[in-house]
């Protein structure tokens, strides 16, 4: 469903609607009782017990593949899951992402798909958002606008990503129609 409406929205913009680069993160959230299970996990970085949603996003900032998976999981495991997924429905060339996917992540991106990921360095002291990178922190904020979003409530990984794919395509919907 998602991609339907994704091609439509890229209909209107007159854009390709098959996105060639994807721009990747994680966000931690905090898990309610009923998210039990081995899915979740404590994040240590930001000391969240819960799961991580890690998607990748277009250049435009719409949501084009998700993986909600146990916070303990480091950001360049889960991304190779992600890429696996992004891959297995398009064609990406090139991935921007933070220095958490540094590492294997990279090599295997490069050697698996020959996709070009570019990292950048974090050199200076104090919030300066990074081209390209910034869309990706957008779309996380428009979709935990959504309540249920707001934590994690859902039993399985699985039916948590489709609560992301819902909410970003009621996102999209809404962009298009304004």
């Known amino acids: 469903m998602i991609h339907s ?6 209909n209107l913009t007159k854009k390709n609607e098959i996105p060639s680069a994807a721009v ?4 931690s959230v905090k898990s309610m009782p009923e998210a039990k299970g081995n899915e979740v996990g404590i994040d240590g970085g ?5 799961r991580k949603r890690s998607i990748a996003v277009d250049t435009a900032g719409y949501l084009i593949c998700v993986f909600v998976h146990a916070a303990n999981i480091y950001d360049g495991k889960a991304g ?32 698996k798909y020959d996709c070009i990921v570019e990292i950048k360095n974090k050199t200076e002291k104090g919030f300066k958002p990074i ?3 910034w869309v990706v922190e957008r779309t ?3 979709l935990t606008r959504n309540r249920r979003l ?3 409530y859902e039993k399985t990984p699985r039916s948590s990503e489709t609560m992301v794919y819902i909410a970003s395509s009621r996102l999209i919907m809404k962009h298009a129609t304004t």
């Open 5 to 10: 409406v994704h091609s439509q929205e890229f």
């Open 24 to 27: 990747i993160d994680s966000q």
């Open 46 to 50: 930001k000391n969240v017990n819960g």
């Open 80 to 111: 190779k899951t992600l890429l696996d997924r992004l891959c297995h429905k398009f064609k990406i060339k090139k991935v921007w992402a933070d220095n958490t996917y540094r590492g294997e992540f990279v090599t295997y991106a490069e050697e």
């Open 131 to 133: 081209k390209k990178r």
């Open 140 to 142: 996380f904020a428009w």
């Open 150 to 152: 707001a934590r994690e």
